[in-house]
Every structure is written in structure tokens, then in C-alpha cells.
């Protein structure tokens, strides 16, 4: 199990990265299906038991994220605990 949690995940679609939003108040079933349908994780449920196993179903964040090509879900799982969403910057004029 621990094995295929670390392993390599897919490529991206394209580019080198998957832009996928996990909106706030989703679950861990949602949040693995989100993965799912981005391409980013190949089995949800993998993904699911993995997030119990480590005690971190909690501690996702939600927000927008570059998950890289071939992250593992273990990568994956990290990326949504430190909460590294992509930033945009927005400029308001003045007036």
C-alpha cells in the first residue's frame, strides 16, 4: 500500500503541472475525486486510505494548486497539508 502511495503519479495533460481547486469544505471523498478528475491520481480510494493511514484527513487545505507531473500521492497529500495554493496577483487602479 505504502508503495504505491509513494509511487510516481501520472503525467500531466500538459505542460509540466495540473492546475486542480479543492474547494473549501470538501471531505476527503470529494478532495480524492477532485484529484481523480484533474488526471492527478490515478486511484481514489489509494489516495483516500493513504491520507487515513497517516492521520492527515484533517489537515488538507482548500485552494488552488500546480500539482507537478508524476507527483506521488504521498507528494500530493504534503502539497494540500502546507496549503502551497497558487498565488495571483491582481492590481486595482486607483480611483
Same mark, same amino acid.
Given at each position: ?7 510516481? =503519479? @501520472? ?10 481547486? !479543492?474547494? $473549501? =469544505? ?17 486511484? @481514489?480510494?489509494?489516495?483516500? !486510505? ?7 484527513? $484533517?489537515?488538507?487545505?482548500? =485552494?488552488?494548486?500546480?500539482? @507537478? $507531473? ?5 507528494? !500530493? ?5 502546507? *496549503?502551497?495554493? !497558487? ?7 486607483? *480611483?
Amino acid at each position: 500500500m505504502y508503495a504505491g502511495f509513494a509511487a510516481p =503519479g @501520472p503525467a500531466a495533460a500538459q505542460g509540466s503541472e495540473t492546475v486542480v481547486l !479543492i474547494k $473549501s =469544505g470538501t471531505g476527503l471523498p470529494g478532495v480524492a475525486q477532485t484529484l481523480a478528475h484533474a488526471g492527478v491520481v490515478l486511484k @481514489p480510494e489509494l489516495f483516500k !486510505i493513504g491520507v487515513r493511514l497517516y492521520g492527515k484527513t $484533517s489537515a488538507l487545505k482548500a =485552494g488552488e494548486y500546480a500539482i @507537478p $507531473s508524476h507527483a506521488s500521492m504521498h507528494a !500530493i497529500m504534503d502539497i494540500l497539508i502546507a *496549503g502551497r495554493s !497558487i498565488e495571483h496577483k491582481l492590481t486595482v487602479a486607483e *480611483g
